[in-house]
């Protein structure tokens, strides 16, 4: 898969679909080749920062923004799958079979989705512990502008002391699902070597 593929497209994802999706997105990310660099220590640290890498899903940004990118992207990815194979966050049951998707850097939520009378937007990050709250604040600022029956942030569960009391505290105005990427990773990285 390319670039054009991830970056600024929106993916329809379901239960028939999830799992090859994330397959084909670690594929993906097994192809990056990784800089370098020998010598000189500040060259090395700014070439991760700022040179192009050239390869993997996002080629035209740095190893460090590749790699915000791919964990906000699996996020995301696997957030979703959570929420196809088991629609409850917290004691809220969403009724939703598909979600549309954005990946990479663009305008508009995250995620999306829509079934009858009943719509969600939301947003995903993946963020230190130390960032967590601040960037809460800020996707939270933006779903409150969105209309939708259901809004809801994914984030990666590491990032906070205790993930189930963000599910406690989830209601259809504002879901909060803690995402662990490492315990399906395995699973998905072997299937697709």
Do not use: C
């Not at 090395?44 to 990118?69: C, M």
């Not at 990050?125 to 601040?134: E, G």
């Not at 209309?147 to 984030?155: E, H, K, M, N």
Request: net charge negative.
């Amino acid at each position: 898969m390319t670039q054009e593929v991830f970056e600024g497209t929106e993916n329809r994802i379901n239960l028939d679909n999830v799992d090859k999706r994330i397959e084909e997105y670690l594929k993906t990310i097994q192809g990056i080749k990784l800089p370098i660099t020998q010598g000189d220590v500040l060259k090395t640290i700014h070439s991760i920062k700022r040179d192009p890498l050239g390869t993997g899903p996002y080629p035209k940004v740095s190893l460090f923004e590749t790699a915000n990118r791919i964990f906000s992207d699996l996020v995301i990815l696997f957030g979703v799958r959570s929420l196809l194979t088991s629609p409850l966050v917290g004691e809220v049951s969403l009724p939703f079979r598909e979600y549309s998707v954005a990946l990479g850097v663009q305008g508009g939520p995250d995620l999306s989705a829509s079934q009858n009378d009943s719509n969600l937007v939301g947003e995903a990050f993946h963020v230190a512990p130390s960032f967590f709250q601040t960037k809460k604040r800020l996707e939270m600022k933006k779903l409150r502008n969105e209309v939708a029956t259901y809004r809801i942030i994914l984030f990666n569960h590491d990032a906070v002391k205790n993930p189930e009391g963000y599910l406690d505290k989830s209601e259809p105005t504002m879901l909060y699902l803690p995402v662990n990427i490492w315990e399906l990773k395995d699973e998905f990285w072997f299937r697709s070597q």
